[in-house]
């Protein structure tokens, strides 16, 4: 039975007082695969069915965004489909899309991201998402090596997008989701409501790609991970259901930004598959105190977060907040802290349950509810994927042991796991080894096979939740005029569990710049250059940067010596 809450706003009871069905959730057998599967039809037309034929309490919606001014939007299952369906069309009819066409999306936290997700689904475009972070130079580097036929933006990216796209002969048209209109973009928001609601969805192969990620590597520029419709297949296996046990009463609210695998996961394809309405709070910035309000605020039952939200939330009184209805924590991104685990622990009540995944793997490793907690353990490899940790060989380590994190690919690769690099065999060959397919995460297993993460085993850096490349940020700084060279490591930080660092050389001409000020101007052009997050939070000048014989930057050795300072 559910709390019903006094201080909820009455039109908001229902919400709390009223379980529904909870058992109608599509399924497959866990080693069940399908010819063909596709979200929108298989699972969000499933749920609309539902309400029709009342299993479904089609007053919960299924996608409920608000935002700071106190605009809000719900849509039940049946709403989403249509409105879906018109997105589909836009982009078929309007857009002339076509299946297997790839389109950029770029949008801050609207309802239309959602909407133009399920469409691209429906159409079988595939989705390449990205953050609003994005520079004109991540625009232009995302839409030359995808090939990119459309790209979806607002009126902020709209500019960047604008002064890159004589770049692009492959970039065919330009959507645009704002109140206002701009030469050379289509008005998606007019469109949509013109669209017609009839839309006969693709019927999707389990081979055909579905979304592409860009993510950071050591070297080089992101890389493009392809998944196949076995990413949102996966959702609706019983293994995985077992993990977040949603039912379509729960209102899940995850936090990550729609241009992560996160978000996709967490605010798309869990919730939707088992009938859960999806919250969504826009916020122009991220404010620990507004996440905490509407936590208390709205019935939110379930959230996910990564591990620096939770800390930035603890930096306040968390337990002057009374969460009525949050009922489940999750994170994800990053490691928790066991000591974040207490804190929220003892201001809530509640565990935080971590899950591990990366943009090639989506959910991985989860500490499923109702299992045994292990405070700095990620939990166990969930089904299909089996995950051992592995040694330079690809044999399997007994507990204990420290190696590699690898998920096993032989006989049989898991549906759910990423199909290659886009374009790059190479990267893609380079990411197995034996049996496996290998993480790049370092960690162990033991006798229970909770797995145990103890850091990354190249030079990525893992700040705040974000997978940054450091070459991206030393590209960037060599375009600086003070940069003679410079090297970029994860320093460790109390908040954001590593923060980029720079170790800079200085050209002689800037050697008797005020280094503050220096420093400072560095991080600006960073900002400028490519997308924020990854800025440098540390910058360190130095005479000389450590080398091997052949003229290689130790990074290694950087980032020891920076462990050992932070102690
Ligand atoms: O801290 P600063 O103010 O110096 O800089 C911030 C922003 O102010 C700044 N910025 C943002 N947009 C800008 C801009 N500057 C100039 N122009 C713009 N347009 O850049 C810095 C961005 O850093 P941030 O994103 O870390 O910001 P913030 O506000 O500190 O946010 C904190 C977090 C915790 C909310 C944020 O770091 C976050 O969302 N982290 C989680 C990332 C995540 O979701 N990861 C999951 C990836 S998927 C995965 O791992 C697979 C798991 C299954």
Redesign the pocket.
């Known amino acids: 039975p559910w709390p019903i809450c006094g201080s909820l706003h009455p039109h908001r009871r229902h919400l709390l007082a009223r379980p529904f069905s909870r058992t109608e959730t599509p399924q497959w057998g866990d080693y069940e695969i399908p010819k063909e599967f596709n979200f929108a039809s298989d699972v969000m037309d499933h749920w609309a069915r539902m309400e029709k034929e009342g299993k479904r309490d089609p007053l919960i919606p299924a996608l409920w965004w608000v935002n700071d001014k106190g605009d809000e939007v719900k849509w039940n299952f049946q709403e989403l489909g249509d409105l879906t369906r018109q997105a589909a069309n836009v982009l078929t009819e309007n857009c002339g899309l076509q299946r297997g066409d790839r389109l950029l999306l770029i949008l801050p936290r609207i309802p239309d991201l959602w909407l133009l997700t399920v469409g691209c689904i429906r159409a079988g475009v595939v989705l390449l998402p990205g953050t609003i ?1 994005l520079t004109a130079r991540d625009i232009l580097y995302r839409l030359q090596s995808s090939k990119a036929k459309c790209i979806v933006t607002n009126e902020t990216s709209a500019l960047a997008v604008d002064s890159v796209a004589s770049d692009c002969p492959q970039l065919k048209t330009k959507l645009l989701v704002s109140e206002k209109s701009l030469d050379g973009w289509l008005d998606f928001k007019t469109l949509l409501k013109a669209a017609s609601v009839d839309h006969t969805c693709v019927k999707t192969k389990m081979q055909e790609p579905m979304t592409i990620f860009f993510t950071s590597g050591t070297t080089g520029t992101p890389k493009m991970v392809l998944h196949t419709p076995g990413l949102a297949l996966r959702s609706c296996l019983p293994s995985t259901r077992q993990v977040l046990k949603l039912t379509s009463s729960d209102i899940s609210w995850c936090l ?2 729609p241009g ?4 996709f ?1 967490a605010s798309v394809l869990e919730p939707w598959s088992s009938g859960t309405c999806s919250f969504i709070h826009q916020m122009p ?2 404010k620990p105190e507004a996440i905490l309000k509407t936590l208390s605020r709205y019935p939110i039952t379930y959230m996910t977060a ?1 591990p ?2 939770y800390r ?1 939330l603890l930096q306040l009184d968390v337990s002057s907040y009374k969460f009525p209805t949050l009922k489940h924590a999750a994170t ?2 990053d490691a928790l802290l066991p000591e974040d685990f207490e804190k929220w622990k003892k201001a809530t009540g509640l565990a935080i349950h971590e ?1 591990y ?3 090639e793997t ?2 991985t490793c989860a500490v499923p509810r109702g299992i045994k907690i292990k405070k700095g353990s990620m939990g166990i490899a969930i089904p299909p994927f089996d995950m051992q940790i592995i040694d330079e060989k690809g044999n399997t380590l007994p507990p204990g042991i420290e190696g590699e994190m690898a998920i096993r690919i032989k006989p049989t690769r898991p549906i759910c796991l990423f199909s290659g690099y886009v374009d790059n065999p190479e990267k893609t060959s380079s990411s197995e080894r034996g049996d496996f397919y290998i993480t790049g995460d370092r960690g162990t297993i033991d006798e229970d096979g909770y797995i145990w993460y103890l850091g990354r085993d190249d030079d990525i850096i893992k700040a ?4 940054i490349g450091p070459s991206e940020v030393e590209n960037a700084l060599a375009e600086h005029p003070a940069v003679a060279e410079s090297a970029v490591v994860g320093s460790q930080d109390p908040l ?1 569990g590593e923060v980029v660092k720079a170790f800079v050389v200085l050209t002689p001409e800037f050697r008797s710049h005020d280094p503050d000020k220096l420093a400072q101007e560095l991080q600006q052009h960073v ?1 400028k250059i490519t997308a ?2 990854k ?1 440098p939070r540390k910058v360190e000048f130095v005479e000389a940067l450590p080398k091997t014989i052949t003229g290689k930057i130790k990074r290694r050795e950087l980032k020891e010596n920076e462990k050992k300072l932070n102690l």
């Open positions: 972070q990550s930004d992560w695998i996160l978000s996961v910035q991220f990564a620096s939200v930035m994800g991104g899950i995944g990366q943009s989506g959910l705040s939740g974000y997978r954001r900002k924020p997050y800025y």
